[in-house]
């Protein structure tokens, strides 16, 4: 099956930047889409930013200009760069993907994705 690790998670002060990786293995298909999400505390999941073989992109509109969804195919590992972070950025974040082998847009509905990690957490002190 296919599995996704995420990590570079960490505790950081307004105005850090922190990066985030996403390891994926056991999908070996030419097309597919993969996102970013996060749940805060009492909170629903929400996207953040995702991400298709071919180089799309799509982000929420807040975090549009601070962050950076990105893929490096050799080492089968998807990024998200986050700069100038917020206390509102805490929050649990969780790569996912989209197995289904169909060229598709990038999406940020949860519901499009297949397989998700088991999130890593970053936290934003003011």
């Known amino acids: 099956g296919v599995l996704l690790v995420e990590s570079g998670g960490d505790s950081v002060q307004s105005g850090g930047s922190l990066r985030l990786s996403c390891v994926v293995s056991g999908y070996t298909n030419d097309n597919w889409r993969m996102g970013w999400f996060r749940q805060a505390p009492g909170k629903e999941r929400e996207g953040v930013a995702s991400?298709?073989?071919?180089?799309?992109?799509a982000y929420a509109d807040s975090m549009k200009g601070r962050f950076t969804i990105s893929q490096d195919n050799i080492k089968n590992t998807l990024y998200l760069q986050m700069n100038s972070l917020k206390p509102d950025d805490t929050a649990m974040y969780y790569c996912?993907?989209?197995?289904?082998?169909?060229?598709?847009?990038?999406?940020?509905?949860?519901?499009?994705?297949?397989?998700w990690g088991q999130g890593t957490q970053v936290t934003v002190s003011s």
């Open positions: 996912a993907i989209d197995r289904d082998q169909r060229l598709k847009y990038p999406s940020l509905e949860s519901f499009h994705y297949t397989d």
């Open positions: 991400i298709n073989s071919r180089g799309s992109t």
